[in-house]
């Protein structure tokens, strides 16, 4: 008779030897595969702040993030980012704008209207919305969008901040539409039966029950949707504008983080200074995307937490 | 048993198509077969492909692949070994070469054409024409309404290529700083990151003021005539005004090669200097270069 031990003495007692090699040649291999990935995180980030952190020798950081003019190929370069921070900024506040009622309505309505035949089309149709490639979006922003938005607010071009935040809000939308929904489905059906035998309607319970009960998941579906903004690289780099002063309003043409890098990253000499302040940039992404997804985890552990008890 | 068998099978597989292609002489196909990789300019890279398409077709067993990505990424190709040719259109920087020699080699350039860098508005511009300085405060951001020039009263919407092109590193040599060798482009210039999109943008703008290379010029765009002063001829780019020199902004466009080119590569560069190399450059609205084999 067996006693009942936990984890893994319990699994390999009264196995055949075989067995037990060959579940612990699979276990090795799971956790190299568990530590190759932190190991390749880990070196990307070193060679992320050990090419980028040698710019600070030339540039002082307080220059480099908050100067306003960049010329990293004349004699002699001045780097400064903060024209491409607020470009960043100003995109992604823009495609939240438009992605976040839009996003956490379609959640509530697949969660709590939609009939079971209509979630079935629309959770799928979402996921092929989130797989667009993005030069695709890119190209239909510049081809469609750009020269709507110029002729509809009277402006000198479409290539803006505009056009680029309305073309990445539909890049954050299926991210904030799946996990809202994942948030909206999560909570107790009590809270909503207890809702309805209290006669409120359906709007009255989505909007002060389902909501509130659900707002970490969503709160955090829109942190995730905000990092991924940021990091959007060719959409913006298409139809952004990329003017190099800063950007007044959001209609004027602008430059990001992400699109500078990719599109001088390539012939800036190797280790050279423009190559080392693309790097900062890159490690000023880096900081940015961290201190998002850290705050979207923490409110999600908070969710969770919440409605375990 | 079986299993075995389909791995070995799939290993010999992989195995086989692993050696083609991996260098002159190498290839199974022709004993004079081999791989040319150029990079570079976007301004050449339809006349790159031009040229490595017909040289295909006369030369089989010889393949020639060809990127674009700017003057600027053929060169740090070039040094750091991931190309064999590089085509530039503006001269390598005195760095540049520093680092090409560090690396062991001495970066010899040859002008295999030459290309006027044609200013282009919308066709609806009633403007024809521009000084070099009005071109040049408009790059700078002086001149920022299109009445400052002869136009309608509206706001100049300047385009420029990305200073990873050749292009902007000419003109801005060229014209930006024809007077002061300080100055910049404006705080106001948008720099958009293709020849197509900066092309795409003017047609459909009637704002635009943008330049490129003769060869992407197309019927939907309006050439400018460029005067040297206002005393001047308005002169427009073409085949005989940038060969003798009237055409201001016109520039030679270079094929570079680690050291002198060698077996494969001094004939593909030979080829590319002769009659046949030289008529697709013609075809193509760039000028034969005058040296001609």
Known sequence: MRTRKCGKTFLSEGHSPKRRVGEKVIEALIRFSGWITLIVLGLIMILLFREGLPIFGYTDPVSFLFGTTWLPVSSPPVFGILPFVIGSLMITLVALVIAVPIGIGTAAFISEIAPTGLKELLKPIIEILAGFPSIVLGFIGFILLAPLVQSVFHLSTGLNGLTAGIMLSLICLPTIISISEDALSSVPSEYKEASYALGATRWQTIRKVLLPAASPGVVASIMLGMGRAIGETMTVLMISGGRLSIPTNITDPMSALTARIAIEINNASFRGLQFQALFAMGIVLFLITLVVNIVADLVLEKQRRRLRA | MKRIILVFLALVFLASSCTSGLGPGTSPTSPAGGNIVVKGSDTMVNLASAWAEEYEIKHPGVKVSVSGGGSGFGITALIEGTTDICNNSRSWKPEEVENARAKGFEPVSVAVALDGV????????????????????????????????????????????????????????????????????????????????????????????????????????????????????????????????????????????????????????DWILGSDGQKIVSELDFVPHATQK
């Open chain 2, 118 to 269: 044609a200013v282009v508005v919308n066709p609806q511009n009633p403007v024809n024409s521009l000084t070099i300085d009005q071109l040049a405060a408009i790059y700078t951001g002086k001149i920022a309404n299109w009445r400052e020039v002869g136009g309608v009263d509206s706001p100049i919407v300047v385009l420029s290529r990305d200073n990873n092109s050749g292009t902007h590193i000419f003109f801005k040599e060229q014209v930006v700083q024809a007077k002061d060798k300080q100055a910049e482009y404006g705080p106001d210039v948008m720099f958009l990151p293709t020849s197509q999109s900066i092309s795409d943008e003017v047609a459909r703008n009637p704002y635009a003021i943008a330049y490129f290379g003769l060869g992407y010029v197309t019927r939907e765009h309006k050439v400018l005539g460029i005067k040297k002063d206002t005393s001047s001829e308005a002169v427009k780019p073409d085949m005989s005004t940038i060969k003798d020199g009237t055409y201001p902004v016109a520039r030679p466009l270079y094929v570079t090669t680690r050291g002198e080119a060698q077996g494969l590569i001094k004939e593909y560069i």
